[in-house]
């Protein structure tokens, strides 16, 4: 069974 | 076979350059839970640097861990270490994950 993402991506930062 | 455990790496970036030249991803509550690079630009200071790469997570920077920050906080330490004056390197903690 696929495991559930409970987290949100992140946002990418150029720095 | 033994797997071995990822090793964290010193690596000193000098400010070599106008920019550092790294993009991250990551940060605390999101999937990834610490930056990792994702891009690096040639002709920044990292790239300058031959020591880092896409893939890495940040652990530390000047000895600041990373654990915990959120992707904003993680960012904003990374970009005041590159722009203060007091040093002219940036020390990075990084380890590679298997």
């Not at chain 2, 896409?54 to 920050?69: A, R, T």
């Not at chain 2, 940036?90 to 298997?98: M, R, T, W, Y």
């Amino acid at each position: 069974r696929e495991k559930r993402l409970t987290l949100p991506p992140s946002e990418i930062t150029l720095l | 076979s033994p797997v071995p455990a990822p090793t964290a790496t010193l690596v000193r970036v000098l400010k070599n350059s106008n920019t550092l030249g790294i993009a991250i991803e990551g940060g605390a509550n999101t999937r990834q839970p610490l930056p990792r690079i994702v891009t690096i630009q040639k002709g920044g200071s990292a790239h300058n640097c031959g020591q880092l790469r896409v893939g890495q997570i940040i652990l530390e920077v000047n000895g600041i861990s990373l654990k915990g920050q959120e992707h904003k906080d993680a960012a904003r330490i990374i970009a005041e270490a590159f722009k203060t004056k007091e040093k002219d390197h940036i020390d990075f903690l990084v380890f590679e994950p298997g």
